[in-house]
């Protein structure tokens, strides 16, 4: 019965790989979050500009008219 314990090692080992990739996926995840709240609130705040700039330019046409 020599496959035997060759059979344990193969589930042994995939055990461990399966904790090892678990592992590492939660901080890939975490900053996969992290990173799609910084560009959305960077998309916001650049919207803002825009509409401060676009404000800005329709005040100074109105002024020299």
Known sequence: MPYLWSAVAV????????????????PAQRLSTVAGLASRQMGDEVGMLKARLAAL????A???E
Do not use: C, D, K, N
């Open 11 to 26: 589930v042994a080992a995939l055990v461990a790989l399966g904790l090892l990739v678990g592992a590492s996926l939660r």
């Open 62 to 64: 109105q002024r020299r």
């Open 57 to 60: 330019r329709v005040r100074l």
